[in-house]
């Protein structure tokens, strides 16, 4: 069974940093793009960030782009968030996830709260 | 940059058919995806490849797809149904969710 588990979050200052990190089991990490995906109080899903199975490409959404960055390491099966220049508006719960295109193999981890308020 | 656009919200009574469109131009050349999220949980996975339906999910469950438009379709949506419903689709660098969209089954 695939689980992902998301960890990290916490209540931050605005202009503070965090990081995040997902640690899955059931998969081996080093074949799969990671991703990660933020949900805003009472607010749709928004893509925040994927990476290629080993690290060569990374691509962001345009609200995090310069502030956050994505990392892997294969061997812990995990991924990171690491987030800087925190906002209000980026309050949200962060959800890891793992997909294969055009297959239902898609996995999403139960998420993890950043608060950023003064 | 990609764009998908969902009702807000749709209304049915227990038994009827509700249909949730998702409208945007990469649907025409990308593949969608259907999610069901139930407060206080992650997305569930109810469609993918516009039209295939994992296993688990009720049969009640379908998509369709035409040009530029991806439709969820619940036939004879429960009250178990009530939820939100994202649209998703993946570009080559990037992804894009719907809006969103809240389904109320009276």
């Known amino acids: 069974e695939v689980k992902l588990v998301e960890s990290g979050g916490g209540v931050v200052q605005p202009g503070g940093s965090l990081r995040l990190s997902c640690t899955g089991s059931g998969i081996t990490f080093n074949n799969f793009w990671m991703s990660w995906i933020r949900q805003a109080p009472g607010k749709g899903l928004e893509w925040v960030a994927k990476?290629?199975?080993?690290?060569?490409?990374?691509y962001y959404g345009e609200s995090v782009k310069g502030r956050f960055t994505i990392s892997r390491d294969n061997a812990e099966n995990s991924v990171h968030l690491e987030m800087n220049s925190l906002r209000a508006e980026d309050t949200a719960i962060y959800y890891c996830?793992?997909?294969?295109?055009?297959?239902?193999?898609?996995?999403w981890g139960l998420g993890t709260l950043v608060t950023v308020s003064s | 940059s990609y764009e998908l656009t969902q009702p807000s919200s749709v209304s049915v009574f227990p038994g009827q058919t509700a249909r949730i469109t998702c409208s945007g131009d990469?649907?025409?050349?990308?593949?969608a995806r259907w999610f069901q999220q139930k407060p206080g949980q992650a997305p569930v996975l109810m469609i993918y490849?516009?039209?295939e339906r994992p296993s688990g999910i009720p049969e009640r469950f379908s998509g369709s797809s035409s040009e530029t438009t991806v439709t969820l379709t619940i036939s004879g949506a429960q009250v178990e149904d009530e939820a939100d419903y994202y649209c998703y689709s993946a570009g080559d660098n990037i992804w894009v969710f719907g809006g969103g969209t809240q389904l109320t089954v009276l």
């Open positions: 490849k516009d039209t």
């Open positions: 990469i649907l025409s050349k990308k593949y």
């Open positions: 996830r793992v997909v294969v295109s055009t297959t239902d193999f898609d996995y």
């Open positions: 990476m290629k199975e080993e690290g060569s490409e990374k």
